[in-house]
């Protein structure tokens, strides 16, 4: 009988064992697997950023024409003209961001002949190069206009050439 017990000893042993290894090993489990103590990341797949054209003026080192991504920030557009200069009303920024499905044409935008630079004027029908410096010298030397009208005293500027730009200026 002696023997018996060494032998129930051993299976005890054995299976406290069993037992320890099994807890063990579920505690292994449940931690290295458990999501409690770590966050869940979910990525859903980018989609590229379509490009939008921007055309940015006014107290910016070089005015122009930007081509971006839909998620560019604004400092990002500002750096690539050059940033804003000394004298800039950063109070003032005016921002417009077309709806979806509208064209930006559809918001009509004018020019301000007593601020706008030679190569916006060129924009405008029928205003080239020499015409386009004529408009400045002219605000320059007797200064701004002040009215739309007015731009038919520029030499070179008569009825015609103001009947197809008077839509696309102002003061």
């Given at each position: ?59 910016v ?38 709806s ?72």
């Open positions: 009988m002696s023997q018996g017990k060494g032998y129930e000893k051993w299976w005890l042993i054995i299976f406290a064992f069993l037992i320890a290894t099994i807890i063990a090993g579920g505690v292994v489990f449940f931690s290295k697997y458990s999501s409690a103590g770590q966050p869940i990341e979910i990525t859903l797949p980018s989609t590229l950023a379509s490009a939008v054209t921007i055309h940015i003026s006014g107290a080192a070089n005015a122009g024409i930007y081509t971006f991504s839909e998620d560019s920030p604004l400092g990002d557009i500002l750096r690539s003209a050059g940033g804003t200069v000394e004298n800039a009303d950063l109070a003032n920024i005016e921002i417009y961001i077309p979806i499905g509208e064209s930006s044409y559809e918001r009509p935008q004018k020019v301000n002949i007593n601020t706008a630079e030679a190569w916006l004027l060129e924009a405008l029908p029928d205003i080239g190069p020499t015409l386009a410096e004529r408009i400045i010298e002219y605000r320059e030397t007797k200064g701004y206009f002040n009215s739309i009208e007015d731009i038919t005293q520029v030499p070179g500027i008569g009825s015609t050439t103001f009947e197809k730009i008077k839509d696309k200026i102002e003061v």
